[in-house]
Antibody
């Protein structure tokens, strides 16, 4: 079955770049899906960060767009998130998800377990 | 401040029915389908409803979704203690060109 697993450092210093990778198993990342990142600050709600298609097409949350890069590595069946110039406000559990997108519809049907990233010196 | 508006909390007794609302605008719910997610304590969100009212395989039919205009609702009937969780609505927003979430509703089963 489809499984997603986030990996990356759990601690990042302020002003540095947060980097996470999502490894997809049981499903090809080149199939007709988008692949997204969502985060959740401690005790708060969900915030969509952005999404990518295997062709490289991306959509980003406008509030994060200047700091976010999402990329895909089809040879490894992985996609990645880079968030630059982090501050304590970027401390959150980061989830990766498979997203279904079609006319007037977009949702995440498979999610990773999430990984906590803390921004602190 | 979330783009979609949900009540922060809801509560009901076991066996009863509860409804959670989600309010948006013409750029999101008004023109695009709504999805709902259940997040049990300490776990990742789980897709509950997609395309306004469709249930993924394995989701009990106690859960149902509906949409009217710029608002949507999630209904849970025959409430059980294991339904105690946070519930989030989401929809694509054409103005922001991105997926937007509601702030979440914490459901307590009394």
């Amino acid at each position: 079955q489809v499984q997603l697993q986030e990996s990356g450092p759990g601690l990042v210093k302020p002003s540095e770049t947060l980097s996470l990778t999502c490894t997809v198993s049981g499903y090809s990342i080149t199939n007709n899906n988008y692949w997204g990142w969502i985060r959740q600050p401690p005790g708060k709600g969900l915030e969509w960060i952005g999404t990518i298609y295997h062709s490289g097409t991306t959509y980003y949350n406008p509030s994060l767009k200047s700091r976010v890069t999402i990329s895909v590595d089809t040879s490894k069946n992985q996609f990645s998130l880079r968030l630059s110039s982090v501050t304590a406000a970027d401390t959150a559990v980061y989830y990766c998800a498979r997203e279904v997108s079609r006319s007037r519809e977009h949702w995440g049907d498979y999610w990773g377990q999430g990984t906590l990233v803390t921004v602190s010196s | 401040q979330s783009v979609l508006t949900q009540p922060p909390s809801a509560s009901e007794t076991p066996g009863q029915r509860v409804t959670i609302s989600c309010s948006g605008s013409s750029s999101n719910i008004g023109g695009n389908a709504v999805s709902w997610y259940q997040q049990l304590p300490g776990t990742a969100p789980k897709l509950l409803i997609y395309s306004n009212n469709q249930r993924p395989s394995g989701v009990p039919d106690r859960f149902s979704g509906s949409k009217s205009g710029t608002s949507a609702s999630l209904a849970i009937s025959g409430l059980q203690s294991e339904d105690e969780a946070d519930y989030y609505c989401a929809a694509w927003d054409d103005s922001l060109n991105g997926l937007v979430f509601g702030g979440g509703t914490k459901l307590t089963v009394l």
